[in-house]
Structure formats: C-alpha cells, structure tokens
C-alpha cells in the first residue's frame, strides 16, 4: 500500500530564515505530487505540482520553490520566510487526475 | 477564474439527523467532483468522487449528487453521529489537468 511522510511535524522559524520542508511517497511510482497551504481556518491553496522528477509547475508567485529530486520525493523551499508564510503545511500525492492522498501536514510558525 | 463555494457557515445538527452540505461552482465545467473530510490538525481525506454523468453516487450512510446545470453538488450524511463531526470539502475537477481546487469547506458539528 501507499504511504506518505512529510517532516518535520512542528516548526519554528524566524523571519528571514531559510526553509526546507520534504515529502516522500512509498510504493507507487512516477505519482503527481503538490504542495499546498492551509492558513488558520481557511481552505487549500495549491502551491505546487509536478508530474515528474524536475518538473513542477507553481500556481502563486511568492518566496517559496519547490523541487522534486527523486520520482517520490517533493521538497518545499524558501530562502528568507516572511510572517505570512505561517501556516499549515500539506504535500499529496495522486496517480493520475483524480483522488489525492495527503500527508499528515507541517505546522508552520513564522517569528 | 473558476469560484467554488461552500458555506462557510458551520452546519449544527442533531445526532440522527441529515447532513446536507453543498457546492456551488461557476466559470468551470468539471467532469468530475470530489469530497474530503478533513479533521482539525490532518490533512484531508477522500470520500467521494461523482462523474458529470453520474446522478448520484451512494456509499454507506453518504450520499453525493451533482447537478451540471445548476452547478451544484450536494453531499449528504445520514442518521449523523457525532463522529461525523468535521470540515467537508468540495473539489471539482478536469482530465484536462493534472490539479484541481479545493472549496473552503463547511465545518459540520453534530450534537449528541
């Protein structure tokens, strides 16, 4: 069966700081992946998206980056983290257009 | 650009009752649509998915219909426990592309 991790759970940054959050995916292969946010009490919004290892699309312009070195595995950047990066952090996996499964998240705090 | 909409509204009722959430879209065409439940600190999770050619897709005590004229799905609990207590989010969807958009949810609180 599939499973997704992301880490770390929990994390405090201050403001100017770099960011590197990872997802990994086990037994699927070439799986779309994402990133999304999830701001305190709001709904999804989609950060990122690949469909293959060095291929990533970005829905909104911000500080953040993402890459995929691996066929499973999604890597969240940033060089400098704002305040309004704060929040709750979400990768996911699809195998094709349809079903996503998400990871169990990274709660973000930004100092 | 494409709007989904779901009240933000939490829904309470009372267990045993009926659940009805709904989702509203415009300036899209979805061939398909799915709900997730999503529990305060988790991620989402999938429940049902319901094609533009289906009607209405049942599994155990939930109930999807999604109406392409209206631009609407309606997701339904019945005989709600408290433990169905949580946010239900609405995601339409394409073939045409490889992501597709989550509403902001409706948080549903049922009282024992």
């Known amino acids: 069966s599939q499973t997704i991790h992301q880490w770390p759970a929990t994390l405090v940054q201050p403001v100017g700081s770099p960011l590197s959050l990872e997802c990994t995916v086990e037994g699927t292969s070439n799986p779309n992946l994402y990133w999304y946010r999830q701001a305190a009490g709001r709904g999804l919004q989609l950060l990122f998206y690949?469909?293959?290892?060095?291929?990533i699309s970005s829905e909104v312009p911000q500080n953040l980056s993402a890459s995929r070195p691996q066929d499973r595995q999604f890597i969240l950047s940033s060089k400098k983290l704002l305040l309004s990066d704060s929040g709750f952090y979400l990768c996911?996996?699809?195998?094709?257009?349809?079903?996503?499964?998400f990871g169990p998240g990274t709660r973000l705090l930004v100092l | 650009s494409q709007k989904i909409e779901q009240n933000s509204e939490a829904l309470n009722i009372q267990e045993g009752k009926t659940a009805t959430l709904t989702c509203n879209y415009t300036n899209y065409s979805p061939a398909y649509l799915q709900w997730y439940r999503q529990d305060p600190g988790r991620g989402p999770v999938f429940l049902l998915l319901?094609?533009?050619?289906?009607k209405e897709k049942r599994k155990e005590r939930l109930k999807v219909t999604f109406d392409t004229t209206l631009k609407q799905s309606l997701f339904h609990i019945t005989a709600s426990q408290p433990a169905d207590s949580a946010t239900y989010l609405c995601a339409p969807g394409s073939y045409n592309f490889n992501k597709f958009y989550f509403g902001s949810g409706t948080k549903l609180n049922v009282k024992p």
């Open positions: 690949s469909v293959g290892i060095g291929q």
């Open positions: 319901i094609r533009e050619n289906e």
């Open positions: 996911a996996w699809s195998f094709g257009q349809e079903t996503q499964y």
